[in-house]
DNA sequence: AAAAAACTGTTGCAATTGCAACAAAAATGA
DNA sequence: TCATTTTTGTTGCAATTGCAACAGTTTTTT
């Protein structure tokens, strides 16, 4: 997130009270919200991580998002007509930020500063979410298990030299991020492993091309 | 698309010769713009139809994304890391109003009618693009061809009692746009209709469930 | 109006992926 | 610390998907 966003001036607004803005801490496994019903209102991650979840009929899970410091969540982002359940649960501790909204774009009668840091900030806020989101289309549009694995070892040594990571989600996890069978992902890193590509010892992964 | 956003307001800016911004006519098949290099703009759709697409190393075509009315595209909202070569196609004779900016959030020096409507706006029209992506999210992470078209059904029968529809694409587009292959799209579409879910006739398709 | 190009519908076959299951290892928590 | 739960690593098998190919249809271009 390289935005101007600064996360301070949000939580001294908070201390001036203005009365649409929460803040809460969730411990790990805690549900944050939901998508079910319409709630108006506005989240953002100000430390920890979050996921937004879809188990469909099947029992199979989804990560559909992953959420991180300074970005936004929340039912007003998602399509109204999708008839699945989402959920969001804390993946580690979080603080997150609940903005509560008559309408997005009205200023709010108090034109209190918050207010007006919330609106100069959410066109950036706003737009490095879509960067991210397209960042997951990406990945999700990739044909095959290995692109995808690929596709997002390449994301994770993205700007750095160093060719080795440790992954930040588990394996379970990662399956479910990229909407893949766990078993057929872990098979697949193996032929990775074997063919050369990549040097895999538990959750630490060095790419070799 | 159900913003509030004027697009009768950015032409008539045009007209006052806001130097920052040029509307071009594409017709169908015209390469409106590529993401390969940065060019500082944002482009949006005035009318008609385009489509931004991938050919990766197998020669495989994806429609990563389509845009529409006041949608908003360029590469200013893609992640800089993909190196894929991206380009966007006009699928229909449409207008496109490029904005070339400096600093995207930075108050243009004349300080113009234009500008200041522009930003009024964007956050408005970054939060209907979020929406959007999120429903292709929605979409590609579905486990399997038949789930994918179900869901794309789904929203393409959104909001209207009729369970009859023609198809926006054509077969080969729309295989490419939920990133599967035709033959087997095609194939899923015949079981489907065998198994009597939806009655197919050529690009009309009638829900039967 | 004829020729060329693109799209549809279909199939056999191969490759990939998902499913189920289980043992071993690691992490969690009581 | 010990018991319980979760995760990892693996495999055989079944189901799904992709690939290649081709004929017929429709659309576009000349």
Same mark, same amino acid.
Not at 30 to 44: A, D, L, P
Not at 129 to 137: A, D, E, F, Y
């Given at each position: 997130?390289?935005?101007?966003?600064?996360?301070?001036?949000?939580?001294?607004?908070?201390?001036?009270?203005?009365?649409?803005?929460? *803040?809460?801490?969730?411990?790990? /496994?805690?549900?944050?919200?939901?998508?079910?019903?319409?709630?108006?209102? *506005?989240?953002?991650?100000?430390? /920890?991580?979050?996921?937004? *979840?879809?188990?469909?009929?099947?029992?199979?899970?989804?990560?559909?998002?992953?959420?991180?410091?300074?970005?936004?969540?929340?039912?007003?982002?998602?399509?109204?007509?999708?008839?699945?359940?989402?959920?969001?649960?804390?993946?580690?501790?979080?603080?997150?930020?609940?903005?509560?909204?008559?309408?997005?774009?009205?200023?709010?009668?108090?034109?209190?500063?918050?207010?007006?840091?919330?609106?100069?900030?959410?066109?950036?806020?706003?737009?490095?979410?879509?960067?991210?989101?397209?960042?997951?289309?990406?990945?999700?549009?990739?044909?095959?298990?290995?692109?995808?694995?690929?596709?997002?070892?390449?994301?994770?040594?993205?700007?750095? *030299?160093?060719?080795?990571?440790?992954?930040?989600?588990?394996?379970?996890?990662?399956?479910?991020?990229?909407?893949?069978?766990?078993?057929?992902?872990?098979?697949?890193?193996?032929?990775?492993?074997?063919? /050369?590509?990549?040097?895999?010892? /538990?959750?630490?992964?060095?790419?070799?091309?």
């Amino acid at each position: 997130m390289d935005t101007n966003f600064d996360k301070k001036i949000f939580i001294e607004n908070f201390k001036h009270n203005c009365n649409r803005i929460k *803040i809460k801490n969730f411990v790990k /496994g805690e549900t944050v919200t939901t998508y079910i019903e319409k709630r108006n209102q *506005i989240c953002f991650v100000l430390s /920890g991580e979050v996921d937004l *979840i879809r188990y469909d009929f099947n029992g199979n899970k989804t990560i559909i998002g992953h959420f991180v410091d300074n970005d936004v969540f929340g039912e007003v982002f998602y399509p109204a007509n999708t008839n699945n359940e989402l959920f969001v649960t804390a993946r580690k501790n979080s603080e997150i930020l609940f903005y509560t909204y008559d309408s997005l774009f009205t200023k709010c009668r108090r034109n209190c500063d918050f207010h007006k840091e919330l609106t100069n900030s959410l066109s950036e806020l706003f737009l490095d979410q879509i960067v991210s989101l397209n960042l997951r289309i990406e990945l999700l549009t990739k044909r095959n298990i290995r692109e995808k694995l690929l596709a997002y070892f390449e994301i994770l040594t993205k700007g750095s *030299i160093r060719k080795t990571f440790t992954l930040p989600y588990s394996y379970t996890d990662l399956a479910d991020f990229l909407s893949i069978d766990r078993s057929a992902m872990m098979r697949e890193l193996k032929l990775l492993a074997d063919e /050369g590509f990549i040097k895999k010892n /538990g959750s630490k992964i060095t790419l070799l091309y």
